[in-house]
């Protein structure tokens, strides 16, 4: 099988897309497949290279606008290629559009990640074409069945759609041998964008009184956060640890009670820190935003699910959480087991070859 991905960057560009392309990729051409990643270089130039059995070509960018690469060479590039499965990311209009117009391989794949959520200008221009680019899709992949019955765009093409839930290397991530014996602490791995919704959970710690926060990761919205927990006078117990090394990040899971994904808008699509903090044994709390964050955590089994931009019902979870060791231990066992039954790496990348084959045969 001739497999083609298209997105807008690849590794070593990195974010959660990226490295879902990658682990496909990688793990389809071990497998033996002819496998080509088309995406759009950093700078004007094209150029070629073979990474790990995949074969990758960056067309050269012009510019970048509104988070979106504009290259007149990669639908040039697109339109010479062969190929059996064309599988996209969306969002990313230049890549949809210019597959549509071409329609070179036997079949097409979306993986729908997300609605566009705040560019609603592009979107008006870009909303009929989207449609239209959805209804000739062979398969449709959603990461959740939230996503299904809530986008406005998925549901007219429902037909067309699987589940295909996000999946992590288990691997790397697991319970700790004893339970974690130090001061009240909570854990929010992220980039910090606003849609992440850390403000949400910096407002509540002035209620959760000697419960310690650590945030993983960095962004533009680290500076006015770390201001709001200066203002709030809880600076002293939220520590903002930028990036971690992979070695770092299990020790970090290891040292906390809980994790929290306090997400208030739809480009929260999924939360794959909620698999790997569930894979570590940590009871999760996130929010309800009609996406898959609520339903990989499972209310009252797996962690606690309240509504967004409520730092209130955020706080009241969480203390329900850190001062019930009980609690943590029964919700950190069954998130363990409910990673190890259904997002694993290996179960999403055997779901995704049946796609493809859904796709051909249709």
Same mark, same amino acid.
């Given at each position: 099988?001739?497999?083609?991905?298209?997105?807008?960057?690849?590794?070593?560009?990195?974010?959660?897309?990226?490295?879902?392309?990658?682990?496909?990729?990688?793990?389809?051409?071990?497998?033996?497949?002819?496998?080509?990643?088309?995406?759009?270089?950093?700078?004007?130039?094209?150029?070629?290279?073979?990474?790990?059995?995949?074969?990758?070509?960056?067309?050269?960018?012009?510019?970048?606008?509104?988070?979106?690469?504009?290259?007149?060479?990669?639908?040039?590039?697109?339109?010479?290629?062969?190929?059996?499965?064309?599988?996209?990311?969306?969002?990313?209009?230049?890549?949809?559009?210019?597959?549509?117009?071409?329609?070179?391989?036997?079949?097409?794949?979306?993986?729908?990640?997300?609605?566009? %959520?705040?560019?609603?200008?592009?979107? !008006? +221009? @870009?909303?009929?074409?989207?449609?239209? $680019? =959805?209804?000739?899709?062979? &398969?449709?992949?959603?990461?959740?069945?939230?996503?299904?019955?809530?986008?406005?765009?998925?549901?007219?093409?429902?037909?067309?759609?699987?589940?295909?839930?996000?999946?992590?290397?288990?691997?790397?991530?697991?319970?700790?041998?004893?339970?974690?014996?130090?001061?009240?602490?909570?854990?929010?791995?992220?980039?910090?964008?606003?849609?992440?919704?850390?403000?949400?959970?910096?407002?509540?710690?002035?209620?959760?009184?000697?419960?310690?926060?650590?945030?993983?990761?960095?962004?533009?919205?680290?500076?006015?956060?770390?201001?709001?927990?200066?203002?709030?006078?809880?600076?002293?117990?939220?520590?903002?640890?930028?990036? %971690?090394?992979?070695?770092?990040?299990? !020790? +970090? @899971?290891?040292?906390?009670?809980?994790? $929290? =994904?306090?997400?208030?808008? &739809?480009?929260?699509?999924?939360?794959?820190?909620?698999?790997?903090?569930?894979?570590?044994?940590?009871?999760?709390?996130?929010?309800?935003?009609?996406?898959?964050?609520?339903?990989?955590?499972?209310?009252?089994?797996?962690?606690?699910?309240?509504?967004?931009?409520?730092?209130?019902?955020?706080?009241?979870?969480?203390?329900?959480?850190?001062?019930?060791?009980?609690?943590?231990?029964?919700?950190?066992?069954?998130?363990?087991?409910?990673?190890?039954?259904?997002?694993?790496?290996?179960?999403?990348?055997?779901?995704?070859?049946?796609?493809?084959?859904?796709?051909?045969?249709?």
């Amino acid at each position: 099988m001739n497999i083609l991905h298209i997105y807008k960057d690849y590794y070593p560009v990195l974010g959660g897309i990226e490295n879902h392309i990658r682990v496909l990729a990688e793990a389809q051409a071990a497998a033996g497949y002819d496998v080509t990643v088309l995406v759009c270089a950093p700078g004007h130039r094209t150029h070629r290279e073979t990474l790990n059995g995949v074969r990758v070509i960056k067309a050269g960018r012009l510019l970048t606008a509104a988070s979106m690469p504009i290259s007149l060479a990669q639908p040039v590039i697109l339109a010479s290629l062969r190929a059996d499965i064309v599988h996209l990311q969306s969002p990313y209009p230049l890549g949809e559009i210019a597959n549509y117009l071409t329609r070179r391989a036997k079949a097409t794949v979306i993986s729908y990640q997300s609605d566009i %959520v705040r560019q609603r200008r592009t979107l !008006r +221009l @870009y909303g009929p074409l989207l449609r239209r $680019v =959805l209804g000739h899709a062979d &398969r449709i992949v959603a990461s959740s069945p939230r996503y299904i019955e809530t986008s406005e765009w998925l549901r007219p093409v429902r037909d067309r759609c699987t589940v295909v839930p996000l999946g992590i290397d288990i691997s790397r991530f697991s319970p700790p041998a004893e339970p974690y014996a130090g001061p009240a602490t909570l854990l929010f791995v992220g980039r910090l964008r606003y849609y992440k919704g850390l403000d949400t959970l910096i407002r509540a710690m002035p209620a959760l009184e000697g419960v310690h926060l650590q945030v993983v990761g960095d962004g533009p919205m680290r500076a006015p956060w770390e201001r709001l927990s200066t203002e709030l006078g809880v600076q002293e117990r939220v520590r903002f640890l930028s990036e %971690v090394s992979d070695a770092e990040l299990p !020790r +970090l @899971y290891h040292r906390a009670n809980a994790f $929290v =994904l306090p997400a208030n808008a &739809r480009a929260e699509a999924f939360g794959t820190v909620l698999l790997e903090a569930m894979a570590s044994g940590l009871p999760c709390v996130t929010t309800e935003v009609g996406t898959g964050t609520s339903w990989v955590v499972q209310d009252g089994v797996t962690g606690a699910v309240v509504p967004p931009c409520n730092p209130h019902a955020l706080a009241e979870a969480v203390a329900g959480i850190v001062r019930d060791p009980l609690k943590q231990r029964e919700m950190g066992q069954a998130g363990r087991a409910r990673v190890e039954a259904e997002f694993t790496r290996d179960r999403m990348i055997q779901r995704i070859e049946a796609v493809y084959a859904e796709a051909l045969a249709a």
